[in-house]
Every structure is written in C-alpha cells, then in structure tokens.
C-alpha cells in the first residue's frame, strides 16, 4: 500500500507540474531501471528474463496507468516471449499480444509525455524507440512494419527529440537509416547517418554510420 501510495502521490504531482507550464521533470517510478535490466537481458538472448520483465513491467503499468512507455515495455517483452518459445502457435500468439499492447500505448501519447522524463529522456521518444525496435522485428506477414517506421519518424519530427539521450538518438537515427536503405532512399539514408555521426559521444552506431559514409562516397 505505501509503495503503492508514493506512486499515485508522484504521478499526481507530476501530472500538475506539467499541466501548469513546469520544466520537464523524471518521472520514472522505483523498480523501472531494475525492469529496464531485465529487459535487456531477455533482449540480448537471455530467454528466463523475459517473464521477468514482464512481471515487472506489468505491476509498474498497473500502478502508472498515465504512463504508456511501461505498458509499451510490457507489450515488447511479451513480443520477445513469443521469439522464444517453441510452438509456432504460442510464437504468433505472444507477437500479436505484445504488438497489440504497444499500439495501444503509443496511442495514449499526449504532448504531455513530451514532458515527462525517464531518465532523462521524454517519454514520447522511448515509447516510439521501444515501439520501433519491437514492430520492425516481427515477421512482414504480420504486417507491423508500417507502424514501426511510423514510430521512427515520430520521434524524429519530434520538437523533444534533441532531448534524448544520445543513445536513444542514435538508435533511432540507425534505424531511420536502415529504413532509407531498404527503401533506395539513398538521399535520406545520407542525411541520417550524417546526424548520426555526429552524435557524441560517439558509440557503435556513430562509429557504423561513419564506416557506411565512407562506402557512399561521402
């Protein structure tokens, strides 16, 4: 109850700070950076951290319902369930559920998760990172593909996208990128991975984008 209490009573204030004009401020609740590492260990192959994440993702949306980013992790755990489990059956089911789940979240967005901040980044562009990653994965006859370059190119347009982090740019850069390459956007693809290179400081994708610059001649 108390934990529970805390939550509702800093989401509240949040939710008053950003209607009445105040600087972007975190919002992240106790519990997202350690559900966030069990994420990224299910992401990196670990297949038992997924029911993890999704443990923990699921009680964290469940106590900050006006917070899609934490549904929209659940929904991309659930997803990672799916490319793990063995019947081809329980892989489109867990697909489709957590595909669903993250459409849903992005459409809760409002301008006022441009505002709020998990761990330094505004909300709208981690939803639209994380909706990325999961929606561009899934298989093409799933047809989700179109609302993960959607949530790309949102992010991109956003007036708060300089205010991520810069890994979350350049993830979102690179996929931006690989999206032009596949479509014969050479123009675009350029223009993206110029951005990304000069993102610092600079990481594996900064370091990519330079590489692929030079096989364009540029």
Known sequence: MEYTLKTLVATM????????????????????????????????????????????????????????????????????KGRDAMMPWDKLKYAEKGANAIEKALAQLTPEHDEALFNGTPESIEIRLVAANTLLSLPGFMNRG????????????????????????????????????????????????????AITPAGKYSTAAEARLKELGQ
């Open 13 to 80: 204030l949040a939710a008053a700070a950003i209607s009445a004009g105040a600087a972007p401020q975190e919002v992240a609740p106790d519990g997202f950076a350690q559900a966030r590492q069990q994420f990224k260990a299910a992401a990196g192959g670990d297949s038992k951290a997924s029911d993890a994440a999704i443990a923990a993702f699921s009680a964290l949306a469940a106590a900050n319902p006006s917070h899609p980013l934490l549904a929209a992790y659940e929904g991309a755990a659930t997803a990672m």
């Open 146 to 197: 179109a609302g993960g370059k959607r949530a790309v190119q949102a992010a991109i347009d956003s007036k708060v996208f300089g205010q991520a982090s810069p890994q979350v740019r350049a993830s979102l850069l690179n996929a931006a990128a690989s999206i032009a390459a596949n479509e014969k956007r050479g123009a675009d693809e350029i223009a993206y991975l110029r951005q990304l290179a």
